[in-house]
């Protein structure tokens, strides 16, 4: 499995987590059996808009390898346009 793979199902992971933790906080935090109010509500709402950021700096990495290859082995990491 190389580290474009495994940055993709990273960014898999993320979407997920986000797509829950925004849509269905409550629900989120029944898997660990807490009982979700308002408060808790919001305080994950915005925990997935943090998560949902951290997607599209996740993206351009994975893009970034595909452009660069060098950067699967950490030499070339650092190019400027």
Known sequence: MNLRNIITFTILLLVVS????????????AVVGITGNDQLDFLLRTTGAGVVSLIPGAWIVRSRLTRFPGCADRSGCLHVS
Do not use: N, R, T, Y
Not at 18 to 29: E, H, T, W
């Open 18 to 29: 986000a797509i829950g933790l925004l849509f269905f906080p409550s629900k989120m935090l």
